[in-house]
Nanobody
Framework: QVQLVESGGGSVQAGGSLRLSCAAS????????MGWFRQAPGKEREFVAA????????FYADSVKGRFTISRDNPKNTVYLQMNNLKPEDTAVYYC????????????????WGQGTQVTVSS
């Protein structure tokens, strides 16, 4: 099990940028694939991006491809989500998840979750 704490959310205008961080506890962070999901009011939680244990493989939702970048720093036990050219439809609570072993895209395959961080984009 790994404990996750997200940070970096906030309010920005459309076209702005934010970088989310997700800090993980434990000594085995490098064994976990990591993902970012988001949930807008009244909607289901949806996949945003995922990264493999080494960081060599990444996946993105079509809605964020070319604007968001997921990365990780294993010695720092941290995964990041750089969000550029933000749009009002990116407004949501963003969650990071951890899955022991290979990178996965389905929400129900992640074992551990953070508490979420709010991102609000105004037009």
């Amino acid at each position: 099990q790994v404990q996750l704490v997200e940070s970096g959310g906030g309010s920005v205008q459309a076209g702005g940028s934010l970088r989310l961080s997700c800090a993980a506890s434990g000594r085995t962070f490098g064994s976990y694939a990591m993902g970012w999901f988001r949930q807008a009011p009244g909607k289901e939680r949806e996949f945003v991006a995922a990264i493999s244990q080494s960081g060599s493989t990444t996946f993105y939702a079509d809605s964020v491809k070319g604007r968001f970048t997921i990365s990780r720093d294993n010695p720092k036990n941290t995964v990041y989500l750089q969000m550029n050219n933000l749009k009002p439809e990116d407004t949501a609570v963003y969650y990071c998840g951890a899955h022991l072993a290979r990178v996965v895209l389905r929400e129900d395959e992640y074992e551990d979750w953070g508490q979420g961080t709010q991102v609000t984009v105004s037009s």
